[in-house]
């Protein structure tokens, strides 16, 4: 069995696709995966299978969502250790949570545009892309932040959003299976 770490975007956000975790591990399970585990409400999934997290895997979980709920949200999918790589990657201190954000992409960026968040960040930000995981150190908070609002623009490929805090309990979550 594979330990894979699912992060769900977009459900669940002010109002809209909603899908409550109760719902969504019930779709998981009639996929065949075992052990879930949810944690807050925004989509956030450690469980085993039977493959190895991939695209094909991610479509899969997509299309039950869709045929189940109506709305088609985005799945990026992760190996218990792509997601100790992306912790150990990581060029802030953990020991700053909240003020560390993992923003997981599913493909590598083509041409992304680091002038154009170089110059969004502020004086307090600061940021990394390290192969699959852009990482922003937002002290401020990414509320009002004009850097994390242009990540996925800039970077040219769909991205979903942990702060450090989420993703530290994901891997806790994930050692435990």
Do not use: C, W
């Not at 004086?123 to 990540?151: H, M, N, Q």
């Amino acid at each position: 069995m594979h330990t894979t770490i699912a992060l769900f975007r977009g459900i669940n956000v002010g109002g809209k696709n909603l899908l409550p975790m109760k719902e969504l591990v019930a779709v998981l399970e009639s996929l065949g995966f075992e052990n879930i585990k949810t944690y807050i409400q925004s989509g956030n999934v450690v469980m085993l299978s039977r493959t190895a997290p991939g695209a094909k895997e991610a479509g899969t979980i997509e299309d039950a969502i869709e045929k189940a709920k109506g709305f088609r949200p985005e799945v990026f999918l992760l190996s218990a250790a792509e997601l100790t790589d992306a912790i150990a990657g990581n060029p802030f201190s953990i020991d700053t949570g909240k003020d560390v954000h993992f923003y997981f992409l599913n493909e590598p960026p083509g041409r992304p545009d680091m002038a154009r968040l170089d110059s969004l960040k502020s004086y307090t930000e600061d940021f990394a892309l390290k192969g699959l995981v852009f990482y922003l150190y937002a002290p401020d908070g990414i509320g009002r932040s004009k850097l994390a609002a242009a990540v996925e623009k800039a970077l040219g490929v769909p991205v979903t959003a942990r702060n450090g805090n989420t993703v530290l309990k994901l891997a806790e979550l994930a050692k435990g299976l």
